[in-house]
């Protein structure tokens, strides 16, 4: 089966950075995804790497590692708006394309 | 360009009573998807559509049923809405490739099964 872990919560200040890890296990890995969810609101999607490496948008980095099955989301210069739930996400090609998310890690911003 | 739409946003049902929650993208994706999530919890996949005439089984799928209508649209419905299917709703629809995964989600539905 799929399964994927990440922390539950996450705390940190105004201005900092945090890394948010995640593991996974999936007999069809295609790709790795992360996605911002503020309260009451829907899955933004933030970044999606497929192969090993790191990939930058902004303030925001994804990195992958396919041969440790860990990934992480890091978020530089942090604001009071990062508060949210980050969710990594797997895609997985066993019997047909689909995505599993993890359960979230909720981060909170401090000033 | 409206994205991901669904309707409606909130439902109050009584066990048993059946429903159809609707989801429209226009955006011309492939693929379809409809999730639950509930309080405090990840999204779980419920039923996706790789493309149009075609619909595959996720993660829960026991108690819903889905429709591709078209490319555009795709609904879920509960037969017999059970209490342990409170909770929100989302669709999602992408454009799949090995360099992309992107996935918009509309709003949500809000169910409660009393």
């Known amino acids: 089966g799929q399964s994927l872990e990440q922390p539950s919560e996450v705390t940190a200040v105004e201005g900092a950075i945090v890394q948010i890890n995640c593991t996974y296990q999936?007999?069809?890995?295609?790709?790795l995804s992360w996605y911002q969810q503020h309260d009451g609101g829907a899955p933004t999607f933030l970044s999606y790497?497929?192969?090993?490496g790191l990939e930058e948008t902004g303030r925001f980095s994804s990195f992958l590692s396919r041969s440790d099955s860990y990934g992480y989301l890091l978020l530089q210069e942090l604001q009071m708006k990062d508060s949210a739930s980050y969710f990594c996400?797997?895609?997985?090609?066993?019997?047909?394309?689909?995505?599993?998310f993890g359960a979230g890690t909720r981060l909170f911003v401090k000033a | 360009n409206a994205g991901v739409t669904q309707t409606p946003k909130f439902q109050v049902l009584k066990t048993g009573q059946s429903m159809t929650l609707q989801c429209a993208q226009d955006?011309?994706?492939?693929?379809m998807y409809w999730y639950r999530q509930d309080p405090g919890m990840g999204l779980r996949l419920i039923y996706y559509?790789?493309?149009?005439?075609?619909?595959d089984k996720g993660e829960v799928p026991n108690g819903y049923n889905v429709s591709r209508l078209n490319k555009r649209e795709f609904s879920l419905r509960l037969e017999s809405a059970a209490p342990s299917q409170t909770s929100v709703y989302f669709c999602?629809?992408?454009?799949?490739?090995?360099?992309?995964?992107?996935?918009?989600f509309g709003p949500g539905t809000r169910l409660t099964v009393l």
């Open positions: 955006m011309n994706h492939n693929s």
């Open positions: 559509s790789a493309s149009e005439g075609t619909t």
């Open positions: 996400a797997v895609r997985d090609e066993t019997g047909g394309f689909k995505t599993i």
């Open positions: 790497n497929a192969l090993d």
């Open positions: 999936t007999s069809g890995f295609y790709g």
């Open positions: 999602a629809s992408s454009e799949q490739g090995r360099s992309t995964d992107t996935q918009y």
